[in-house]
């Protein structure tokens, strides 16, 4: 094949360029609906992210997100302006997930026009602009999205397509700074690393095994040394992690069995398509007053065939776009194989990782497969590209595809937010800092107890109850609250019972039921603290 004329060419970038503005412009505004009823969807760790938010405005930073050392403090900067502009408010968080998905979606448009060419770069933004109910969700995360990580590993395949092709131990130092600062960023970024070596080795033996090549690993080894810095600074600073072994692998063949079933039918294909196996249901359908998200009796959404359509179309071309990919690693040259067996690599650890990763329970772990968006864009670039070159019918065969895509992408996402009230429905009209809070309070004349929202009591220093509650109603009150979560799940927040003491703020119980009284000890002796102490504590209940 040969190259077309330089004009042609030009005319190629610009509309590829242009596209490119379209489809942020597209894709911030079908968001819009997620960040406006922000305060609809804010969960635990999404408030925890809130948290960390308030006290950034207010200067107080951390080294990383509290209680996570495996998570850098940069995921803040994406919410930080509007923060500054707006409040630190549910709305200023949530948008900041959009800004990460905008940034994935202009990094890999680079990569695609570096490695493959215009034409590529402008196909590979379908995928991304018109992305699933669940890529969706994602960017109204922050860190439980990783979309930021995902920008930053694609990013990072760029930096090692423009050094296969110019080389120079600047660019690899600088390449190797920014992969540093993306182990600070998020320990997932290690699979970054180890896909970009398979084809780094492709590239240095390309080279003859030259001197050179050895220069440019050294160089690139020293700035990753310097950029992982930080992230080693925070964990001796700041060590506190809850999670413990949770994120340890596990290798007995039954759990591995499960995890392979949860990542067919359920995280893949709510990650492609947004629609689980085989129910055909896009998740969540409902959220409670907590932000839980929960599942309707009656489905809803768009229909079961239509589900079934969209299913079918999009991990067919999903399977096709790998495929095509794939033939780029045999055959392909240049740049352009190296992203592939980057990508490609990449995403095929960190399915491995899934399958051994002892935090795997449902289709919400599907956020530990974003990796694979970047070979789902480049492959379907490249499908599309080939198609195109192919006289008319192939130029509207691949149009038909994007278009379909488009379709699929528009009407599952509108479709999702009417289910969850979202369409011609304005948000609650809430200042800055109001918040109720779920407990649990005795039915008058009876034994039974209920769930109710409650207001914040104006004297509440603490809330002592569910991981799901505590840190929500933290977060909505502004900071004015300390959650502390019952010591089954994990505290984000070592030294919370510093504030408490004989005259010295108060404790609101929001399940003062069962065995309440054991777990407060529990927690407060994890504190370093005698559980004698409690009987001083001023105690509220609902």
């Known amino acids: 094949m040969t190259d077309p004329p330089p004009r042609t060419s030009s005319r190629r970038d610009r509309l590829a360029w242009l596209l490119l503005a379209i489809g942020l412009a597209w894709t911030a505004a079908l968001r819009a609906p ?62 900041g997930g959009t800004v990460a998905w905008l940034l994935v979606v202009a990094a890999t ?126 964990r001796r600073v700041d060590p506190y992690d809850p999670y413990g072994e949770q994120f340890a692998p596990i290798f007995r063949p039954d759990v591995i069995a499960e995890h392979a079933r949860i990542l067919g039918l359920e995280c893949l294909p709510r990650q492609i398509s947004g629609y689980e196996l085989p129910e055909l249901r896009a998740t969540p359908e409902a959220l409670t007053p907590n932000g839980r998200p929960a599942r309707l009796l009656e489905r809803s959404g768009l229909p079961a065939p239509l589900a079934g359509i969209v299913s079918a179309l999009t991990l067919g071309l999903f399977a096709a776009s790998l495929a095509r990919l794939q033939v780029e690693v045999r055959r392909g040259g240049g740049g352009g194989r190296l992203a592939a067996i980057a990508s490609l690599a990449s995403a095929g650890l960190i399915v491995s990782a899934f399958l051994i ?29 080939s198609l195109s070159r192919r006289g008319i019918a192939g130029r509207l065969l691949a149009a038909g595809l994007a278009i379909g895509l488009a379709v699929a992408s528009t009407g599952s996402v509108l479709a999702w937010y009417d289910g969850l009230g979202w369409l011609g429905v304005g948000p609650e009209d809430q200042p800055n800092g109001t918040a109720t809070v779920t407990a649990i309070a005795q039915v008058p004349g009876s034994s039974s107890a209920r769930r109710v929202e409650i207001p914040l009591p104006p004297g509440a220093s603490h809330l002592y109850g569910d991981y799901w509650d505590v840190y929500r109603a933290a977060f909505l009150s502004g900071g004015r609250v300390v959650g502390v979560p019952f010591p089954t799940y994990p505290n984000r927040f070592e030294g919370w019972s510093s504030g408490l003491g004989p005259g010295r703020g108060a404790l609101l119980v929001l399940d003062p039921t069962g065995d309440w009284r054991a777990m407060l000890a529990e927690s407060w002796r994890r504190e370093g603290r005698d559980p004698g102490e409690l009987h001083q504590l001023s105690i509220l209940f609902p």
């Open 34 to 95: 997620l960040i406006l009823h922000a305060r609809d969807h804010i969960d635990s760790d999404l408030a925890v992210d809130g948290i960390t938010l308030i006290d950034a405005v207010e200067g107080r930073w951390r080294w990383h997100y509290p209680g996570t050392p495996h998570i850098g403090i940069p995921p803040v900067l994406l919410s930080y302006p509007q923060a500054m502009i707006w409040g630190p408010g549910p709305i200023a968080l949530v948008a």
């Open 357 to 385: 990763n002892r935090n795997i329970f449902n289709s919400d772990n599907y956020r530990y497969l974003i990796y694979l968006l970047v070979p789902w864009s480049l492959g379907f670039g490249l499908l599309a590209e």
């Open 109 to 234: 448009f680079a990569l695609a026009r570096r490695a493959f060419g215009p034409g590529v770069a402008a196909w590979s933004l379908a995928p991304l602009v018109f992305s699933s109910v669940g890529t969706v969700w994602l960017s109204g995360r922050i860190t439980g999205g990783h979309l930021l990580t995902l920008a930053w590993h694609t990013a990072a395949l760029l930096g090692l397509v423009s050094i296969a092709a110019r080389g120079g131990a600047v660019r690899a130092m600088l390449l190797g700074l920014w992969c540093g600062l993306g182990l600070y960023l998020d320990a997932m970024f290690l699979f970054t690393l180890l896909g970009m070596a398979p084809a780094a080795v492709v590239s240095w033996r390309s080279g003859g095994w030259s001197q050179a090549g050895l220069a440019t690993a050294m160089a690139f080894a020293v700035g990753l040394a310097v950029g992982a810095a930080p992230g080693e600074i925070g």
